[in-house]
Structure formats: structure tokens, C-alpha cells
């Protein structure tokens, strides 16, 4: 059943590629720690061109859309990055908390003690390597929460579900 606590909230974290090249999952984790928020969900996920595209829709139409795309995909790093961890916090105002703890979107810009100021440049080519993703309100929250997780990898049902019948797909099993 959805938390219906007006003052819980839910918001999608992403460690984006470049966090992951520089090892900073464990710092950044020990730092979301500090908002006593509950994990809700968690994996890691190599992004897809039509994914990406569809968590950054709302900057479609920017010049620096085609480079956000490859950022998120982890492409500037090469193939072993090429991936981010997602998690969904949930908690009393869960959205300000993280946001807080991120810090301003540029990294010059974000107090020392964020994460984006601890962790973040910006590159000679004026890419904002931020580490981190954090959802900016409410709306936004569940539509982002709702395109990397389906229901049943977060551990309860934080948005109304229905079940349905589909038909027998393939899928992949373990071969011993």
C-alpha cells in the first residue's frame, strides 16, 4: 500500500558514471547515510541511449543535450563505467534532504561540504561531472523512480500497482 504521509517522500539517487570511475559509491552512501533516510531500492544499471532520453526529456531541446546523453551513459569513461547505481531513499522530506546533501548542479557553484562540491569538476570541455543525481520535487520523483524501477525491485509499493497477465516472454536464467 502507498505511504500516504504527506511529509514522506520518495526521491531517485544516481551516482552517475563519472562517481563510479573515481570510486566514490562508498562516500557518497556514507554521506547519504547522514539523512537517516531508508533505502528503498537499489542496482546498477547500464543506461540506455532511450532511457537517458527519457530521464533528461525536460532538457531535450538544450545544446548540450547529445553530451548529457553520452555523460549518463558513462560513455566519456569507457566501457567499464559505462553504467550508474540507482537508489530510491524514502523519508521525511526526503527530496530537500538529498538535494541538500548533493549541493548546486554546478560543482564550482556547490558548498565545499556536498557531495557535488566534495566530488565534482567541471571538465576542460565544460562538462559538469556532478557524481550525483537527485530528484528535484515530487512529480519528478515518481515519474524518475517510475522509469529506472519497476515495482517489484523496491520493497514495497510506493505508487498504486496493478497486476496483469502478459504473455510468455524469454527470459534469461542462470545455465547451471
Known amino acids: 500500500m502507498p505511504n500516504t504521509n504527506k511529509n514522506i517522500q520518495q526521491t531517485l539517487v544516481l551516482i552517475k558514471p563519472d ?3 573515481k570510486s ?3 562516500n557518497i552512501l556514507t554521506k547519504l547515510a ?6 528503498m531500492g537499489a542496482k546498477v544499471v547500464q543506461v540506455s541511449r532511450e532511457l537517458a532520453t527519457c530521464h533528461y526529456q525536460h ?7 547529445g553530451e548529457l546523453i553520452e555523460y549518463i551513459q558513462g560513455k566519456p569513461y569507457g566501457p567499464d563505467y559505462q553504467r550508474v547505481m540507482a537508489l530510491v531513499y524514502q523519508g521525511n522530506d526526503a527530496i530537500q534532504k538529498v538535494r541538500q546533501l548533493a549541493g548546486a548542479t554546478n560543482p564550482e557553484e556547490a558548498d565545499a561540504t556536498s557531495i557535488r562540491g566534495a566530488f565534482g569538476r567541471i571538465t576542460t570541455k565544460g562538462v559538469f561531472e556532478n557524481v550525483i543525481h537527485a530528484s528535484a520535487n515530487p512529480e519528478d520523483a515518481e515519474r524518475e523512480i517510475k522509469l529506472w524501477f519497476q515495482p517489484e525491485e523496491l520493497v514495497t509499493d510506493l505508487y498504486p500497482t496493478k497486476t496483469v497477465t502478459s504473455s ?3 527470459v534469461k536464467v542462470w545455465a547451471s
Open 24 to 26: 566514490l559509491t562508498g
Open 59 to 65: 532538457l531535450k531541446d538544450k545544446p548540450f543535450f
Open 19 to 21: 562517481g563510479l570511475k
Open 34 to 39: 547522514e539523512t537517516r533516510l531508508c533505502i
Open 168 to 170: 510468455p516472454k524469454e
